[in-house]
């Protein structure tokens, strides 16, 4: 790295030091909450059943045990849902900052709420808590995203929103390795370990404070012109921002007397149809893309290998630290590589090497050699995923829409992010036990149709800006308006 490179890249290290702060209070809990459930599940089970033992002077039976187990895991999900929807709202009206410090509240409730459930001999708590750890989880994802992309420089946009991905990788690895039973995985400490989740929220709550608002969002949307500039100056260091200026004038005038969108406008309107559609298809559906499946999957196969039992636990830290990496080499490559092709080739070769896989696991008697291949596959599927998929499908929402568009765009992201992460959820386990290894074969579908979504249609983002960006993607959305494709000037992102 030049002298010249070197300075620019160090000018931005408080932009760096934002990414940070928001990502152990956003994306991170989300990797974490997905992650720290599964070890102590036998001693909340047991949990239940004494509870009920204590009110009712009998024990609870087994199907209702695992009913209220299935929902405490699940109900993550439909709180996520509700914090998403509230990602349209909260941050528009209260501004980026003050939308995550009240999340930050919301997360320490929740740990109150697990630190005493035992306590209380309540497992209504442990509910309560994790529906309150899926509204955070929820809001805390779509803003951190949205203040992230909005305080960044076009060249750093992609690697600096893609940190959203590293911190799901992190927290998922963190809430593996915590919930080992060395450490906190046992029946004395479970209520800590359900509790954890509170630390980063304050740590969030504690320093996001010596943060400006997002300069985007004061320009545009409150018409605070200084204080813009003066965020902007602190972030990146740097006193010439008149292209950075150009940019946000272009998009306030755009947006001129209009209010920010509503999700049935995101819905129903002509202008931003394939961003849309770019939105929903490859990077809100990334659940269907199998990577779930696959770490259910991967105990089968590491059981057919010959794997421990209790060295199993060592192995999934083994798969969520390969999906760490290859998330954070992602973020060195999406300024180079582009969007479009790491993500669209990434999904082709998942799909493909998925196929392979369940041709593997259809002969895997045939030979006693063909389980250690299989595990090799995993691995291989999960590089792909941190390469491409995962990293990219946290930084291109950024990218697709306008000021006035974006609260409501993260609404409708999270709630198919959300709802779809509900749905694999509950019915996974039935398709399994109907399909067996075959079961990965919807999962090709899905990342086939994705890849060629993004290689055929969807133009490239990197480097661009916001309106450069809406401009392109005008070009599909009037395509059929022969006129209507040379005059693609900004008002036309307000247009119905």
Known sequence: MDGASGKFQLQYWRLYLLSMVLGIGGSFQYGIQVS????PAVHVQSFVNHTWLWRYGAPVDDSTNQLIWSFIVAVLSLGAWAGAVHSGSLPVTYGRKKALLFNNVVAVVAAILMLFSRMAKSFEMILLGRFLYGYNVGLGLSVHLMYLGESSPKKL??????TGSIFIGFGKVMGQIIGIK????TEDMWPYLLAVSGIPAILQLVTLVFFPESPRYLYIDKGDTEGSIKALQWLWQEDDLKLELD????ERESTQGEKAKTVKDVLCSRCVRWQLLTLIIPCAGVQFCGINALYFYAFDIFRESGVPENQMHYLAIGLGATELITVTLCSFLIDRAGRKKLMGYGYLLMGITMCVLTVMLSIKDLNPWIPYVNIGMIFCV?????????????ALPADLFLQAWRPSAYVISGTVNWISMFLVGMLFGYVVDGLGQFCFLIFVAYTIFSSAFLLYFVPETKGK????IMEDFNKLNYKNRGADTDRTDIDLATKF
């Open 36 to 39: 720290v459930i599964a070890s």
């Open 157 to 162: 946009r992609g690697f600096l929103t893609l």
């Open 182 to 185: 060395e450490i906190m995985g």
């Open 247 to 250: 940019d946000m004038q272009k």
């Open 382 to 394: 999960i590089c792909i995923y941190g390469l491409g998929p995962s990293g990219v499908s946290m």
């Open 465 to 468: 800006t916001m309106v450069e």
